[in-house]
């Protein structure tokens, strides 16, 4: 069983930093990808940033400049370090693993983490 623990949202004011963690545990492939995708009320689901196992990284239009994600030496932990936010920014971030084997995708996902920027 895979577990994902996010942590670090809060509130912000415009202009402010953040930084999320989502530590990933139990079994989990070596060749995967981690990813923060943000869900804000009456919008869809959008990719924010994500990276593999190998330190390949993408991010969403919307933060690139801004946001950084990272992982720790052991591949579990992903880190979305925020700068510069802004209003637009508020919704749930959430935290996403995930890879593929010959038996098919597997898919995690975290419980979520709110983060609110006032402007």
């Known amino acids: 069983q895979v577990q994902l623990v996010e942590s670090g949202g809060g509130l912000v004011q415009a202009g402010g930093s953040l930084t999320l963690s989502c530590a990933a545990s139990g079994s989990i492939f070596a060749i995967n990808t981690m990813a923060w995708y943000r869900q804000a009320p009456g919008k869809q689901r959008e990719l924010v940033a994500r990276?593999?196992?190998?330190?390949?990284?993408k991010y969403g239009d919307s933060v690139k400049g801004r946001f950084t994600v990272s992982r720790d030496s052991a591949k579990t932990t992903v880190y979305l370090q925020m700068n510069s936010l802004r209003p637009e920014d508020t919704a749930v971030y959430l935290c996403?693993?995930?890879?593929?084997?010959?038996?098919?995708?597997?898919?995690?996902w975290g419980q979520g983490t709110q983060v609110t920027v006032s402007s």
């Open positions: 990276i593999t196992s190998g330190s390949m990284t």
């Open positions: 996403n693993l995930n890879w593929r084997t010959a038996r098919g995708p597997y898919d995690y």
